[in-house]
């Protein structure tokens, strides 16, 4: 949040806790009540729903539009099937809390229409990244053997990322001329990543560190399980880096199997460790080529911000009904 030419509110967070989902209710209902916003944009779940029940009970006296954006349905994680129809009941009860839902991707919306969602309510407006204008001078890769082909990936380590099938696959590929760079670290404190000679842990680092790994990369691996957009993957297609991803949710609409990237579907790390294998440094440099092109015209973060102001613009145009009290006392609906 440095830099940013905003008032910035926050709450103590310990965890996805109850006290801390209070913690955060309680700060939206002081500032929604001492801004009076106009809208109130609440993204991912646990926002979306908290935000959505605060902001109902306030609506007698406070009435701005809500827009709601999951960034991923919970119910597209791999649960056992009563959870998932669980969550599923919840976002058709919750839906009717707000004024529209942004899906960042087509799939997005597909999933959310077979859930049961109201077409009307889902707009899709996908991510958008910055597109840099020139690339990172530091080369944080060592470039003395031309025929290496140099990994990076970059996100949290856990299951839903995939990233032990990447580690699995590495192990596959000791001996190739292929060598990874994984930036990031595991939530749960007690997973610790094999450690391989062609693997190198960073750790987390700053956005400045990162824009030279992604400058220089030869090609970011997205092994996600499920993945509503893959903000990653275009951060990556940006610097004129191609992805080999899953093909699942809304990655395969960003990446182009065989012209900006390369897809796999198998949740198998002997795929992985093909594609990785068998795909030289110069096929990695043709498909990143066409990987900035495709993203600077389909997913910048100017288009972004624009089709987001388009849809704030229109929900504030259109007619709001209210209720309101007649001199008989009778209730009544009208339009304002």
């Known amino acids: 949040m440095r830099g940013l ?7 103590r967070r310990s965890g996805r806790n109850p006290s801390s989902l209070f913690r955060f209710a309680v700060r939206l209902a002081v500032t929604v009540w001492r801004e009076d916003p106009d809208v109130v944009h609440l993204h991912s779940t646990f926002a979306g729903a908290v935000g959505r029940v605060v902001l109902a009970c306030m609506r007698p006296i406070r009435h701005p539009k809500v827009v709601y954006c999951p960034h991923g349905w919970p119910f597209i994680m791999k649960v056992d099937r009563v959870r998932q129809i669980a969550y599923e009941a919840a976002e058709r009860v919750l839906e009717s809390l707000c004024d529209a839902i942004i899906c960042v991707s ?5 999933v959310g229409l077979r859930a049961g969602l109201s077409a009307g309510k889902l707009a899709v407006i996908p991510n958008g990244v910055p597109i840099p204008a020139d690339t990172a001078p530091w080369l944080p890769f060592d470039r003395s053997g031309p025929d290496w082909v140099d990994v990076l990936y970059v ?54 560190q990162i824009r030279s790994y992604l400058a220089n990369a030869d090609v970011v691996v997205v092994p996600s399980r499920w993945e ?29 199997d065989g012209k900006t990237g390369l897809l796999f579907e198998a949740d198998d790390p002997n795929v992985l460790a093909d594609l990785l294998a068998r795909t030289p440094r110069k096929r990695w440099l043709e498909l990143g080529a066409h990987a900035k092109a495709h993203v600077a015209a389909n997913y910048s973060a100017d288009a972004c911000i624009a089709a987001t102001n388009d849809l704030y613009t229109r929900l504030l145009a259109a007619p709001r009904m209210v209720r309101v009290r007649t001199v008989g006392g009778a209730a009544a609906e009208e339009v304002q």
Not at 233 to 242: I, K, N, R
């Open 155 to 208: 996100g949290r380590f856990d299951n839903a990322k995939g990233t032990d099938l990447l580690f699995s696959a590495m192990e596959r590929l000791e001996h190739a001329p292929v060598r990874l760079i994984a930036i990031g670290a595991a939530d749960d404190p007690r997973w610790t990543p094999p450690t391989l000679p062609n693997v190198t842990l960073t750790g987390w680092l700053n956005a400045e």
């Open 5 to 11: 030419s905003v008032r910035v509110e926050t709450f």
């Open 106 to 110: 087509r799939n997005e919306q597909a």
């Open 228 to 256: 509503a957009f893959g903000l990653s993957a275009a951060e990556a297609m940006s610097y004129g880096c191609p992805v080999l991803a899953r093909a699942v949710g809304g990655l395969p609409e960003l990446v182009i």
